[in-house]
Antibody, heavy 117, light 110 residues
Framework: QVQLVESGGGVAQPGRSLRLSCAAS????????MHWVRQAPGKGLEWVSC????????YYADSVKGRFTISIDDSKNTLYLQVNSLRPEDTAVYHC??????????WGQGTVVIVSS | QAGLTQPPSVSKGLRQTATLTCTGN????????AAWLQQHQGHPPKLLSY???NRPSGISERLSASRSGNTVSLTITGLQPEDEADYYC???????????FGGGTKLTVL
């Protein structure tokens, strides 16, 4: 059974950090580009970052560049997103997404990040 | 980052046909095409099509996608109550080296 399970979200003050994790089962990262996509409350989808299966290619949205870092541990089949210097506008549900054949094929349920003082 | 343009809402009657549009530019939609996703309230999105008209297994044949220049369209025939959802398009932007999303279209089935 293919499954992506995110964790690590929570409530954080502005300027603080969180580390989001995404544990994958039923897929092997070597066959996927992995993404983080977020959705603020009542808003649309926003792509955050992606990483190639071997970790050599990393891309970021301008809104998070320099603050967020994506990484992958192939041995643990786990994707990470280190989120630093949090801002209120980073408040969102963060989804881990696997891109296999063509686009955003597999979605996790998401982990909630709330940035508030 | 500039996103793709979608109409905020579309309303159609039961069993009618709805066509949703998504407009980008030559660096994104006009380059490699776009993907379409459907999202029901409280659920993560689901991929409907990619690179214009490739449907993942299990996606209804009532859905079809096409591209004309920098605009992609998603056509849903024989609308059913379960088609009522938010629909997003997305494309890789080669000039930004980033994925961009449309703002989403809320489809209402009357």
């Amino acid at each position: 059974q293919v499954q992506l399970v995110e964790s690590g979200g929570g409530v954080a003050q502005p300027g603080r950090s969180l580390r989001l994790s995404c544990a994958a089962s039923g897929i092997r990262f070597r066959n996927y580009v992995m993404h983080w996509v977020r959705q603020a409350p009542g808003k649309g989808l926003e792509w955050v970052s992606c990483i190639s299966h071997d970790g050599s290619g990393k891309y970021y949205a301008d809104s998070v560049k320099g603050r967020f870092t994506i990484s992958i541990d192939d041995s643990k089949n786990t994707l990470y997103l280190q989120v630093n210097s949090l801002r209120p506008e980073d408040t969102a549900v963060y989804h881990c997404v696997g891109e296999g054949g063509g686009a955003f094929d597999i979605w996790g349920q998401g982990t909630v990040v709330i940035v508030s003082s | 980052q500039a996103g793709l343009t979608q109409p905020p809402s579309v309303s159609k009657g039961l069993r009618q046909t709805a066509t949703l549009t998504c407009t980008g530019n030559s660096n994104n939609v006009g380059d490699l095409g776009a993907a379409w996703l459907q999202q029901h309230q409280g659920h993560p999105p689901k991929l409907l099509s990619y690179r214009n008209n490739n449907r993942p297994s299990g996606i209804s044949e009532r859905l079809s996608a096409s591209r004309s220049g920098n605009t992609v369209s998603l056509t849903i025939t024989g609308l059913q109550p379960e088609d009522e959802a938010d629909y997003y398009c997305s494309a890789w932007d080669s000039s930004l080296s980033a994925w961009v999303f449309g703002g989403g279209t809320k489809l209402t089935v009357l």
